[in-house]
């Protein structure tokens, strides 16, 4: 599933091929489940920037928006000609390249949206990791708040962790040094920096292999899968990268977790 990381991959490499000229926009017959608004006519205008907050990619045309979430298996893909692929929802023909989204489970979605409907939607989700409001304090007054929620699930809430998936959520609590299970309410405030340190490690590192690939499920814009998995310390890992013991798997909040009892307390 397409994390912060694999979002920030998709973005940097489609940026390099702006502007997009939309010259024609094909769609497929079961698209809409995918469409928030029923109008979708971004015929004969430019994407002139694209940017990203939490997993939402946010693609700029003059005062309108295009926001984008990928779901499970949602990916944006360049091509030089016409792509030939059984889930591609949406084509946007361009200039001399086409712009791809191709979504085999449809978890996705699409809105189209004018400057308020974007502002109105992005205040649902809580700070990017990489702004400035997500810091210590943040992480320590928002786990204060809700004392009994247990860490690793809490993570995965896209109103306070925006971009925050199952996997970087597993490996901010190993490398923050805390157990999954711990309950918000009983971190102290030393570990809420170390849960700070530790997202910006993950996420610098993952977006470093461009993206982490499970199961075949994330592709870049080239259609290639990021080497992500080898860097890991405890997801779907056997021995813990930090100490060598034996990883843990728990399942919590329905979620495939894995931590190293000896590094994590
Ligand atoms: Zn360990």
């Avoid at 939490?54 to 030089?80: A, C, E, P, R, Y």
């Avoid at 190993?174 to 910006?200: F, I, N, S, Y």
């Avoid at 461009?210 to 080239?222: E, H, I, K």
């Avoid at 992500?228 to 990883?247: A, E, I, K, P, T």
Wanted: with cysteine; hydrophobic share 35%.
């Amino acid at each position: 599933m397409p994390e912060l990381p694999e979002v920030e991959t998709i973005r940097t490499q489609l940026s390099e091929h702006l502007p997009f000229k939309i010259k024609k926009v094909n769609y497929s017959p079961v698209v809409g489940s995918l469409f928030g608004e029923k109008s979708f006519d971004p015929e004969g205008m430019e994407i002139s920037e694209i940017k990203r907050y939490g997993k939402v990619l946010n693609f700029i045309l003059g005062d309108q928006h295009i926001l984008s979430g990928l779901g499970m298996t949602g990916g944006w893909i360049i091509s030089k000609e016409s792509l030939d692929e059984k889930h591609k929802h949406v084509e946007f023909i361009c200039d001399d390249i086409y712009l791809s989204y191709v979504d085999p489970r449809r978890f996705g979605f699409i809105h189209y949206m004018d400057e308020s409907g974007k502002e109105n939607f992005l205040t649902r989700l809580g700070p990017d990791p990489f702004s400035k409001d997500f810091n210590a304090e943040y992480i320590y007054s928002v786990l204060k708040k809700y004392p009994n929620r247990q860490l690793k699930p809490f993570l995965l809430d896209q109103k306070y962790f925006a971009g925050i998936g199952n996997y970087l959520a597993s490996e901010i609590c190993a490398l923050a040094g805390v157990r999954p299970t711990r309950r918000a309410g009983k971190v102290t405030k030393k570990e809420a920096g170390k849960l700070k340190e530790a997202t910006d490690a993950i996420l610098n590192k993952s977006i470093k292999a461009n993206g982490a690939t499970f199961w075949g499920g994330y592709r870049d814009t080239s259609g290639e899968k990021g080497d992500g998995l080898n860097h890991l310390v405890v997801f779907f890992q056997r021995d813990c990268g930090m100490c060598g013991g034996v990883v843990k798997k728990i399942i919590l909040g329905g979620r495939g977790t894995f931590y190293c009892p000896k590094c994590q307390k």
